[in-house]
């Protein structure tokens, strides 16, 4: 078995540069593609920029208003940002990318790791030869850019894609890697933010190679063993996680035991509101809406019965699920005249789509 090699892609200044795709007039202004909140002017925040906007200082999370501040006078372009279209070009990217990799892992709208260990016969020439076709298939198809990075896991991949941005490529071999990500800040080890990186300063670590050289021990006393013991092994350049085949989920659902066997629809109310509410809470966060509602029931003898329901329209609110599922609940225990022991609720049909709102949580929170 060779040496596992991954491969870490990420697309360049992605909502930005699509936007340059469509409209190749952008390509030499600053473009800043936005999320509004919804509050009204230019209240919203800045989801990314070209690299030339960058020059200016303008990055992800910033307010609106800043980054116009920032760019006032040179002749720059906002943009609200077009998730849809964006999630396109994605799917298509991602697509080319899957039948480069022996296993494939989608991470974000723009970035995947590929297990190529196998199709290289872990032969980095090899390997760095691949990255370039990949480059230049992803340029052909969709003509935009990308930074790749390789090395002997997903932590050195990722690392050496973001080492050299735009357009880079970035090869990091097994004996190279502990010293390439020593003289870093401990916050390029990707799941390092700004809580850990300053109680990583408090002990006095600033940089990978301080953190590599730490008792382990006192890591994990610090962080519990997950965090600790991941950022000892990361610092040492070592990781075993695999590149994880994942599909996209189809449906989402959440299931109950009553205190009591039930009847009617009015007794289990509270029962379907909660598991509602819990489960709209989930299919948000994690980016989908859906079209299909259904119902589950379990009598204490254990058969179940189920009802479910497609709309022509998609349904994105606490409010539509919970109206959805009480009316199939309803039906389904008129039509059966069961006692029921546990109740299940279950969204499927989903259609990926990140709320306005959602989104914008989200980019803010992340600008700290
Ligand atoms: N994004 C966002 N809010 C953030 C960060 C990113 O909406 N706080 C979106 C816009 C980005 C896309 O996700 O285009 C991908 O994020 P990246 O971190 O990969 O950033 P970019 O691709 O924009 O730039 P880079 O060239 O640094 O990869
Ligand atoms: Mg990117
Ligand atoms: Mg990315």
Do not use: W
């Amino acid at each position: 078995m060779p040496e596992r090699i991954v491969m870490e892609v990420d697309l360049d200044y992605f909502y930005a540069q699509c936007e340059e795709v469509r409209n190749p007039a952008l390509k030499d202004k600053p473009v800043v593609v936005c999320i509004y909140s919804g509050r009204g002017g230019d209240s919203g925040a800045v989801t990314t920029a070209n690299y030339v906007a960058r020059r200016y200082g303008v990055r992800s999370g910033l307010p609106i208003f800043r980054a116009k501040q920032l760019l006032r006078g040179a002749d720059a372009v906002f943009l609200k940002a077009d998730l849809d279209y964006y999630d396109e070009v994605s799917r298509r990217i991602m697509n080319i990318l899957r039948r480069y990799a022996d296993k494939f892992e989608e991470v974000s709208v723009d970035e995947a790791y590929l297990d190529i260990t196998e199709r290289v016969k872990g032969d980095y020439e090899a390997a760095k030869q691949l990255a370039l076709k990949i480059k230049s298939e992803i340029k052909q198809a969709e003509n935009l850019t990308c930074s790749i990075g390789i090395g002997p896991n997903k932590v050195v991949a990722k690392i050496a894609a973001d080492h050299q941005k735009p357009n880079g490529l970035t090869v990091i071999k097994p004996h190279e890697a502990a010293e390439f990500i020593a003289k870093m800040n401990v916050d390029k080890l990707p799941g390092v933010g700004a809580k850990t990186k300053s109680i990583l300063e408090s002990i006095g670590v600033k940089t990978i190679g301080e953190l590599a050289k730490q008792d382990p021990q006192k890591l994990t006393s610090i962080f519990g063993i997950k965090l600790g013991n991941y950022l000892y092994n990361a610092a040492n350049a070592r990781d075993d996680e695999p590149v994880k085949e994942r599909l996209e989920p189809t449906q989402f659902s959440r299931i109950a035991t009553l205190k009591q066997d039930i009847q009617s629809v009015k007794e289990a109310e509270g029962y379907v509101e909660d598991l509602c509410r819990d489960l709209y809470s989930k299919v948000s966060s994690q980016g989908y809406a859906f079209k299909s509602v259904g119902v589950i029931c379990v009598t204490d003898n254990l058969s179940t019965y189920s009802r479910s329901e497609t709309y022509e329209h998609l349904l994105d609110s606490y409010d539509d699920l919970k109206t959805a599922a009480t009316a199939l609940l309803s039906r389904l225990l008129e039509e059966e005249k069961i006692k029921v022991r546990r109740v299940g609720v279950r969204v499927s049909d989903l259609v990926r789509k990140l709320g306005q709102k959602t989104l914008y949580e989200y980019i803010t929170s992340k600008a700290e």
